[in-house]
Each structure stands twice: as structure tokens, then as C-alpha cells.
């Protein structure tokens, strides 16, 4: 089974940032993403990043401003979130696929963790 565990989450205003980490041990074999989902609204894929350091995807919504990336060497996964704006609040989900390719595909998203919250507010 795979576990991915999130962390990070929390409040700030608007332009500010916030960083959130997920930790997992599948992170040199899966496709590795952050997904998003407000109240009343549908889970959307925000960045993924495919596994040992290959290209990431993004979001318009949130191009320019979110940066995700992986350390390898401490299994972990991070978004980096700047310029934040109140539309990003949101329950924050860290996911992983296989196969190691084609991560841009969100829909095939099908390992998750338990979320954290991230408020923003104006």
C-alpha cells in the first residue's frame, strides 16, 4: 500500500507563501502530484513532477507561482506556493501514480494522502 503523508498546510494572506511537504517511499517510481479541492467545488490536479527529477506540470491557474519539486534523498515531495491568493483555499491532497510517465494525466491519479488545509485570506 502507499502511504503519503502531508504536511504544511495552514493560513496566510493574500501574496503570501506557504510550503507543504509529502513524505512517501514511492517517490523514485511514481508520478507525484498535488491536487486541490474546495468546499462545493471538484478535486483538480494543481503541479506533478514525474519521478527522478523529470518534467513538471502545472496548473494555469497556478503557473508562476507554485513550484513543485522532490528531494530524493529525504523522499519528500513539496509544493511551493507564492503570491498566494484567496481563490487557493483549499484542502490540499499529495497523490502518486504509476507508470513514471505521463503525469500531466490527472484523471489516473489513484494513490492519496489525507490532506491538509491551506486558507488564505484577503
Known amino acids: 500500500q502507499v502511504q503519503l503523508v502531508e504536511s504544511g498546510g495552514g493560513s496566510a494572506q493574500a501574496g503570501g507563501s506557504l510550503r507543504l511537504s509529502c513524505a512517501t517511499s514511492?517517490?523514485?517510481?511514481?508520478?507525484m502530484a498535488w491536487f486541490r479541492q474546495a468546499p462545493g467545488q471538484e478535486r483538480e490536479g494543481v503541479a506533478a513532477i514525474s519521478a527522478r527529477d523529470g518534467p513538471t506540470f502545472y496548473a494555469d491557474s497556478v503557473k508562476g507561482r507554485f513550484t513543485i519539486s522532490q528531494d530524493n534523498a529525504n523522499n519528500t515531495v513539496y509544493l511551493q506556493m507564492n503570491s498566494l491568493k484567496p481563490e487557493d483555499t483549499a484542502m490540499y491532497y499529495c497523490?502518486?501514480?504509476?507508470?513514471?510517465?505521463?503525469?500531466?494525466?490527472?484523471?489516473?491519479?489513484?494513490?492519496w494522502g489525507q490532506g491538509t488545509q491551506v486558507t488564505v485570506s484577503s
Open positions: 514511492v517517490i523514485k517510481t511514481h508520478c
Open positions: 497523490a502518486a501514480k504509476q507508470p513514471r510517465f505521463w503525469c500531466n494525466r490527472f484523471a489516473a491519479y489513484d494513490n
